[in-house]
T-cell receptor
Framework: AQTVTQSQPEMSVQEAETVTLSCTYD???????LFWYKQPPSRQMILVIR??????QNATENRFSVNFQKAAKSFSLKISDSQLGDTAMYFC?????????????FGTGTKLQVIP | KAGVTQTPRYLIKTRGQQVTLSCSPI?????VSWYQQTPGQGLQFLFE???????NKGNFPGRFSGRQFSNSRSEMNVSTLELGDSALYLC?????????????FGPGTRLTVT
C-alpha cells in the first residue's frame, strides 16, 4: 500500500517570499504520478501541479514548482513570490499507474498562511 | 466545460437517519471518486466508480454505499447516520483509469449529524 506523508501541519510565509512544502511517499511501484492540490478556505480543491515519475525534469506551473527526488521518495512544492491568494490547505497526492484502477492516496495536508 | 457539481451543498440530519448525496462529473469523465474530509482524519477515500461499477473501496463500514448511473452521475448513501459521519463529502471526477490521472473536485457537501 502507498503512503503519503506531509510533516508540516502548518506553515506561514510573508507575502512575496518563497516557501517550500514537504511531502514524502512510500511505494514499491516504479511508475506513478504525484500531485499537489490546493484547497482555499471554504472553496473548491484545485490541482496545482503534477509530476510523472518517469520524467526527470521537475514540473513547473508559473510560481509553483516541485523538487522531485525519486530515489529519496520526496516531492516538495515551492511557491515563489507568495500571494495572499495562496493561503490554503495544500495536499500532496499519489497514484500508481501499473494498471487497473489505482486509487489516489492523499497526505494529511499543510495549512499555509500568507502574511501581508 | 462545467465543473464537478454536488448537491446538496449543505445538509443537516439526525442520528439514525439516512442520506443520499449526488455528484455530476465533468462532461466526458467516466470515473467518480468519493472522499470524506474531516479535520482529524483528513481526506479519506470512500470508493471509486467507473462504468457503473465500483472499482475501488476504502476502509469504511457497509453503511456507506454508492452507485453510478449510465450518464456517469454518482450518488453515495449513508444509512443509520452517526455523529462521527459529520464531514465534508467530496466528489472527484477523472476521465478514466488511464492517463491523465488528475482528479477534479466538486465543492463538496457539508453534512452535519445531530
Amino acid at each position: 500500500a502507498q503512503t503519503v506523508t506531509q510533516s508540516q501541519p502548518e506553515m506561514s510565509v510573508q507575502e512575496a517570499e518563497t516557501v517550500t512544502l514537504s511531502c514524502t511517499y512510500d511505494t514499491s511501484e516504479s511508475n506513478y504520478y504525484l500531485f499537489w492540490y490546493k484547497q482555499p478556505p471554504s472553496r473548491q480543491m484545485i490541482l496545482v501541479i503534477r509530476q510523472e515519475a518517469y520524467k526527470q525534469q521537475n514540473a513547473t506551473e508559473n510560481r509553483f514548482s516541485v523538487n522531485f527526488q525519486k530515489a529519496a521518495k520526496s516531492f516538495s512544492l515551492k511557491i515563489s513570490d507568495s500571494q495572499l491568494g495562496d493561503t490554503a490547505m495544500y495536499f500532496c497526492a499519489f497514484t500508481g499507474v501499473s494498471g487497473g484502477y489505482q486509487k489516489v492516496t492523499f497526505g494529511t495536508g499543510t495549512k499555509l498562511q500568507v502574511i501581508p | 466545460k462545467a465543473g464537478v457539481t454536488q448537491t446538496p451543498r449543505y445538509l443537516i440530519k439526525t442520528r439514525g437517519q439516512q442520506v443520499t448525496l449526488s455528484c455530476s462529473p465533468i462532461s466526458g469523465h467516466r470515473s467518480v471518486s468519493w472522499y470524506q474530509q474531516t479535520p482529524g482524519q483528513g481526506l479519506q477515500f470512500l470508493f471509486e466508480y467507473f462504468s457503473e461499477t465500483q472499482r475501488n473501496k476504502g476502509n469504511f463500514p457497509g453503511r456507506f454505499s454508492g452507485r453510478q448511473f449510465s450518464n456517469s452521475r454518482s450518488e453515495m448513501n449513508v444509512s443509520t447516520l452517526e455523529l462521527g459521519d459529520s464531514a465534508l463529502y467530496l466528489c472527484a471526477s477523472r476521465e478514466g483509469p488511464g492517463s491523465p490521472y488528475e482528479q477534479y473536485f466538486g465543492p463538496g457537501t457539508r453534512l452535519t449529524v445531530t
